[in-house]
Structure formats: C-alpha cells, structure tokens
C-alpha cells in the first residue's frame, strides 16, 4: 500500500513539473508592452476607419473633381481600406467650408488661396498681379520650398495643407476687346472678393467690384459689370459665353489651389494613414498636372465654336501698370516684403 502511494506521489510530482515548464516556456520572451530592457513601451494607436467629406466650390465635370476623385481613390489603396473619403461638389462657399474643416464638421477642402486671407493674412501675397510668370512656373514653386511654408501656416488654425494643386489661370471676359491695360480705364469689373484684387484692378483705372462668384452671371445681364476674371473651364462651364463676345487672355493671376484636412480629423489617424493620405495626395497631385497639359484646350475649342474672340493683349503694359498696387497690398501682408523675396528667389532656382 505505501509502495502504491509512493508511485502515486512521484506521478503527480512528475506532472506538475512538466506543466511548471510549459507555463516558463510561454514566458521565454518580454511580456507585452514591455522593451528588452525592461522599459514599458507606448502602445501603437489602432487604426480605423476614417470616413471624411472631401468638399469643393467646382462642378462634378470640374478639375478639382477630377483631382478629389483620384485622391480619394489612392487613399482607400493606400491605407488598405481605412482611410474613405466621400466627394461633395458643389459643396458650398469656400469661406464656409474652411470654418467647417477648422471646427472639424468637413474632413476635407479644396479651396483657392483668396478664399483663406480672412483667416491666414499672409496668403494675400497671391493676390499681387503677375506674381507668377506662368502656371507651370507658379506649379514648381507652389510644390517646392515657398509652397511648404505657406502649407505650414495652416496647422495653426486646425487645418493641415498637404499640398497645392494646379493653380488657375484667370483670364477677362467682356463685351470688347482688352488689348491694353489702358482698355481697362473705366471697366466695370467683378473681382473676387479679396482687397489685393480691388487694388490690382485699381491700378489700371477699372472700378472692381468685389461680389459673389453667384451674382455675376445676372450682374453682367443687367450692365452692373462690364466682365470679369476666370479660368477657361469656369467660362464655358457656367455659360458665359452666351452673354459675353471676348475673351481676353491677361494672365494677370494664376491662383493657388490648397488641398487640405482638419487637424482633428488628422490627429485621430494613425502615422500610417497620415502617411498613406499624404501619399495619395502627392500622386494625385502629380496626375492632375500630367491631365492639365490638355485640360483647357476642350474649353477652347467650345470658345471658338460659339464664336467667342478670343484676345492675346499686350500684357507688359499690364505689368508695368500693375506695380503700383504692389506697395499698397503688401504693407498689408504679414512680412509681405520676405515672402516676395522668397518667391522671386525660387523663380530664380
């Protein structure tokens, strides 16, 4: 009987000796959360999904639709399915939709630049004529140094630039020809509503006339303005070329177009979908620009069938004019004088 025990002792002994090991061998590395060197390490945040409004002023024909629509498709592949981004064109007044991308009630925004010198004063600096010599040229600079700097001033006010897109060429439309900046004397002009463009068409002796982009149409009909800057597509797409005869190429201001996000929404992301959201922002970008080469010539082409005179003018003597009003716009602008240097020096590079 006591040799029986015995044996029964040692079984048990034996078995609880294995299990003491399997339990050790669970254990052989760090425990979770815990480095090599015993030091607690934070934990990665988690990804999910992000479900973001991406909004614009422009058509669903627009470029800027063309541009969301490729972003929002790279984001999704980019961040394997976390990152949706749904499009709304025609989303309301730019004004608007960046107090909603600041409070974090819209995700998403592309806007023009003269859309945000209520909030950030020093991109008034884009309201100077002929700042640029041509869009490919405001293009390289907009995506290079300058263009990071002015992106970087957005964070402050809850909003994170990601990037520029293809910067819109603003040309006048009107019922006679522009070939001098002479011919502009007494022109009634609709300008968008940003004091930079009041000074600048000032300076050639029109009378601007600072009003919604929605009021202009009926503003035209009725002789309340004689024409009014915008780009080839807008021209066409919203039907001023059935109450105007010219289109006159000024190339007075190619403006910049800011891609950007609400730092609360960019805070709740994960560093790979900040990661994979920036990329997909480049490489739309990228696309847009290869796209632009062709763009506007549909446009053109439209313009020509309607019958529209389409009007190179004589633009030194619209630049020699234009310097006036560089003094008087940028004593308004937050180290006005820096950035200029800054942007003459890229065109430079």
């Known amino acids: 009987m006591k040799d029986k025990l015995s044996m029964v002792t040692i079984i048990i002994l034996v078995i609880a000796m294995i299990l003491l090991g399997c339990g050790r061998g669970n254990q052989a590395g760090p425990a979770n959360n815990v480095e090599t060197d015993g030091a607690k390490s934070t934990p990665a945040k988690e990804a999910h999904i992000i479900a973001l409004s991406l909004g614009h002023e422009h058509s669903a024909d627009s470029e800027r639709q063309v541009v969301a629509a490729k972003l929002a498709e790279l984001a999704k592949e980019k961040s394997h399915g976390t990152i949706l981004i749904t499009l709304f064109p025609q989303g309301g007044q730019e004004v608007k939709q960046i107090q909603s991308v600041r409070s974090g009630t819209q995700g998403m925004m592309i806007v023009s630049s003269a859309a945000l010198e209520s909030t950030i004063k ?6 100077l004529p002929y700042l640029f010599d041509d869009a490919k040229q405001a293009d390289k600079i907009l995506k290079g140094e300058v263009g990071k700097k002015f992106l970087g001033m957005l964070a402050q006010y809850n909003m994170i630039g990601l990037g520029f897109a293809w910067p819109n060429e603003r040309n006048l439309f009107s019922n006679i020809p522009v070939y001098r900046a002479e011919d502009l004397t007494g022109f009634k002009t609709r300008v968008i509503q940003a004091p930079g463009y009041v000074k600048s068409y000032e300076a050639f002796g029109a009378y601007p006339l600072p009003m919604a982009y929605g009021e202009v149409f009926l503003a ?6 004689d024409g009014a800057d915008v780009p080839p597509d807008q021209f066409v797409e919203n039907n001023f070329i059935e109450i105007s005869e010219y289109y006159n190429e000024t190339k007075m201001h190619y403006v910049p177009i800011v891609i ?4 609360l929404t960019w805070d709740s992301m994960t560093s790979e979908q900040q990661e994979a959201l920036q990329q997909a922002t480049d490489e739309a970008l990228a696309f847009e620009a290869e796209y ?18 389409i009007i190179e003018p004589d633009t030194e003597s619209f630049k020699a004019a234009s310097k006036s009003a560089y003094n008087d716009i940028l004593k308004d602008i937050p180290t006005g004088q820096e950035l200029l240097k800054a942007v003459e020096a890229a065109k430079n590079e």
């Open 122 to 127: 020093e991109f008034s600096l884009f309201d």
């Open 220 to 225: 035209m009909q009725q002789g309340l303005v």
């Open 260 to 263: 950007a996000v609400s730092k």
């Open 292 to 309: 632009n080469k062709t763009y506007y010539d549909k446009y053109y082409e439209k313009m020509k069938k309607k019958g529209i005179k």
